[in-house]
Every structure is written in C-alpha cells, then in structure tokens.
C-alpha cells in the first residue's frame, strides 16, 4: 500500500519569506501525486498535481512543486508567503499501478504566516 | 456549476441516536468517498463506492454504513454503534477506476457533535 509523509505538522514562516512544505512517499513505481489546501471548517481544495510529463508543477495562489523520483519527494514552495496562505496542507498519492483511483493522504501540515 | 453539496454544514446528534450525512454531486462522477477527520490525524477512509449499487468498507468503517442507489448520491449514517462520533465528515467524487487520476473533487463538509 502507498504511504505519504509530510515532515512537520507544523510550519511558521513570516510573511515574505519562502514556504517549504515536505511530502515523500512510498514506492517503487512513481505514483500520481497531489497537494491540496484547507481552510477552516472547509472541504479541501486541489492547489495542484503531477500525473505524467514536466516534473515542476505549477498550481494555484503562486505554489509549485517538484517531483523527484530519487528522492520519492514533491515537496510544496511558493517564493513569498501571504497572510491568506495560512491553512492546512495535504499531500495525497494514488497507486498508478492498479488502476485504482482511491488517494491516500498525508497527516497535514498546518502553516502559520508571521505578519 | 458542477460540485459537491453536503448538508447539513452543522449537526448534532444525541447518545443512541442515528443521523444521515448528505452528500450529492452533479459532476457525473462514478466514485465517491467519505472521510473523517479529527484534529491533527489527518482523514480517514470510512466507505467509498465504484459504481451505483456498490460500495467498499475503508479503514474505519465500524458504526458506519452507506448506501448508493443513485449516482449522484452517497448519504452516510453514522450509527449509535459509533462510540465517539464527534468529528469533521468529508465526502469526495472523482471520474471511474481506471486511467489517469486526476484528483479528488471534495464537499464542504459536516461538523457533526454529540451533546
């Protein structure tokens, strides 16, 4: 089974400064992953995914990630934080071997910005 | 605009009791998810469905039970078997099984508290 770590349950970064949250997974076949973004009392929101092609994923609100298959990483950065950055992060990954389309989720990281 | 509707966005239930989760999607998607999430756990899979008249358990799917009898809908019962309900439900859909997974489309959610 897939298993997704996100290494710190909590970020603090001041406003301005470069937001750099850690995902791996576990593998041997690169999966589909993904990242998305929770708001208080809201559902989840997609902020962006790799499927297949480029390995730099650009998303919403300025994030971006990278897949590195030698790493089994898609660690999340956007160069400046905002104030409305402030939410729960998730990385999520999908076995692409079996076809299923079931996601397997991180534990979350919780980023707070620093006016 | 296609979505996920839960309702209600509050519910409270009394010890013993049973309530239904609503949770209906218009973006002709084939599978459905519930999840619950608890602070700093992260979601957990409770039951998801492939198709219409079908549906799987998923990792804590005691006190819980499901039906999908439309496509479009997949209500959620959280039993009086279900000792500590009190958490955040959290429905999702996505396209079929098979080829590219392109992530999950995710409600707004149900706070649900017992009193």
């Known amino acids: 089974a897939q298993s997704v770590t996100q290494l710190g349950s909590h970020v603090s970064v001041s406003e301005g400064a470069l937001v750099l949250l850690r995902c791996n997974y576990s593998s041997s076949v690169p999966p589909y992953l993904f990242w998305y973004v929770q708001y208080p009392n809201q559902g989840l929101q997609l902020l962006l995914k790799y499927t297949t092609g480029a390995t730099l994923v650009k998303g919403i609100n300025g994030f971006e990630a990278e897949f590195k298959k030698s790493e089994t990483s898609f660690h999340l950065t956007k160069p400046s934080a905002h104030m409305s950055d402030a939410a729960e992060y998730f990385c999520?990954?999908?076995?692409?071997?079996?076809?299923?389309?079931?996601?397997?989720f991180g534990t979350g990281t919780r980023l707070t910005v620093i006016p | 605009d296609g979505g996920i509707t839960q309702s209600p966005k509050y519910l409270f239930r009394k010890e013993g009791q049973n309530v239904t989760l609503s949770c209906e999607q218009n973006?002709?998607?084939?599978?459905m998810y519930w999840y619950r999430q608890d602070p700093g756990q992260g979601l957990r899979l409770i039951y998801y469905s492939q198709i219409v008249n079908d549906f799987q358990k998923g990792d804590i799917a005691e006190g819980y039970s499901v039906s999908r009898e439309k496509k479009e809908s997949f209500p959620l019962t959280v039993t009086s078997a279900q000792k500590n309900p009190t958490a955040f439900y959290l429905c999702a859909s996505n396209w079929g099984a098979f080829g590219t997974n392109y992530g999950y489309t995710f409600g707004s959610g149900t706070r649900l508290t017992v009193v």
């Open positions: 999520a990954v999908s076995d692409r071997r079996t076809g299923a389309n079931n996601l397997f």
């Open positions: 973006l002709n998607h084939d599978a």
